[in-house]
T-cell receptor
């Protein structure tokens, strides 16, 4: 069964450093998303991406964040200058709203745990 | 904003018992989804119920939706230790963000 994959599974970085989190969405999906979950808290939406541009973003997704689809398969989240409060689990998801049965069923990757020291 | 709120926050039961979790939301929806998250792991999609559906089954899962009360319930029958996880409801339009609730932490004791 096709699945969303994410790399790395765990990233440790120093405050102020740039990190890039990588995701490979399901191949025929059209919408891509990033969410994050701070330890012990609920999952929060960051950004959605469709047709090579951001379609929606939350107030969390400030100028420190950017997303890119550098090729036909990868979808990346870049944090330019990490802060301690960026420590969280970051989830990538994809969906195919055009699929008859999907109705916005989003498929999530296993997550990348980001630890900022 | 559409926001799911689950109750109870935590539920502990014995294997074989049924577990019921509830979710309430604030605005109109066109569908509601339930996800499971094992500790420190990713989110697994369990079931989606559309706004024009009242009940849906998938294996040992039964989901109900009451749009007049803006609430949904997830019932897991004949629970197993492997069902121990956090369960979240989420709402969102097609191609749009999902808004997750706080989740219910279910513990099934062997």
């Amino acid at each position: 069964e096709p699945e969303v994959t994410q790399t790395p599974s765990h990233q440790v970085t120093q405050m102020g450093q740039e990190v890039i989190l990588r995701c490979v969405p399901i191949s025929n999906h059209l919408y891509f998303y990033w969410y994050r979950q701070i330890l012990g808290q609920k999952v929060e939406f960051l950004v959605s991406f469709y047709n090579n541009e951001i379609s929606e973003k939350s107030e969390i997704f400030d100028d420190q964040f950017s997303v890119e689809r550098p090729d036909g398969s990868n979808f990346t989240l870049k944090i330019r200058s990490t802060k301690l409060e960026d420590s969280a689990m970051y989830f990538c998801a994809s969906s195919d709203p055009l699929a008859k049965s999907s109705y916005n069923e989003q498929f999530f990757g296993p997550g990348t745990r980001l630890t900022v020291l | 904003s559409q926001q799911g709120e689950e109750d109870p926050q935590a539920l502990s039961i014995q294997e074989g018992e049924n577990a019921t979790m509830n979710c309430s939301y604030k605005t109109s929806i066109n569908n509601l989804q339930w996800y499971r998250q094992n500790s420190g792991r990713g989110l697994v999609h369990l079931i989606l119920i559309r706004s024009n559906e009242r009940e849906k089954h998938s294996g040992r899962l039964r989901v109900t939706l009451d749009t007049s009360k803006k609430s949904s319930s997830l019932l897991i029958t004949a629970s197993r230790a492997a069902d121990t996880a956090s369960y979240f409801c989420a709402t969102g339009a097609s191609g749009s963000r999902l808004t997750f609730g706080e989740g219910t932490q279910l513990t099934v004791n062997p």
